[in-house]
Nanobody, 122 residues
Framework: QVLLVESGGGLVQAGSSLRLSCAAS????????MGWFRQAPGKEREFVVV????????YFADSVKGRFTISRDNAKNTVYLQMNSLKPEDTAVYYC???????????????WGQGTQVTVSS
């Protein structure tokens, strides 16, 4: 029900920061919970973080807790993932996704972006 396009990925050194953006089309953006997932080569796609439709509730995977933050600007139909203190283990394709409810399950997200590559070098 919504078209999502990620941007902001790139190649950075360990300890650096990146901010990913996910732009959504349509006027129903504010009714969705928005999540970020990531997939490293040879690995399953894993949950990173989710934010409620109001922006008032967030849940993070343990692997990124304390380093990543998520925010959304419903007026701009955009959700952001601020990644700090990046580690080589964070290297993956990052996907944003939309769900009608708060969830950390891939199956609960009905719309997905195309992904953006994040590579963290030592």
């Amino acid at each position: 029900q919504v078209l999502l396009v990620e941007s902001g990925g790139g190649l950075v050194q360990a300890g650096s920061s990146l901010r990913l953006s996910c732009a959504a089309s349509g006027r129903t953006f504010s009714s969705y919970a928005m999540g970020w997932f990531r997939q490293a080569p040879g690995k399953e796609r894993e949950f990173v973080v989710v934010i409620s439709w109001s922006g008032g509730t967030t849940y993070f995977a343990d692997s990124v807790k304390g380093r990543f933050t998520i925010s959304r600007d419903n007026a701009k139909n955009t959700v952001y993932l601020q990644m700090n203190s990046l580690k080589p283990e964070d290297t993956a394709v990052y996907y944003c996704a939309a769900s009608s409810r708060l969830s950390n399950r891939k199956a609960d997200f009905g719309s997905w972006g195309q992904g953006t590559q994040v590579t963290v070098s030592s």
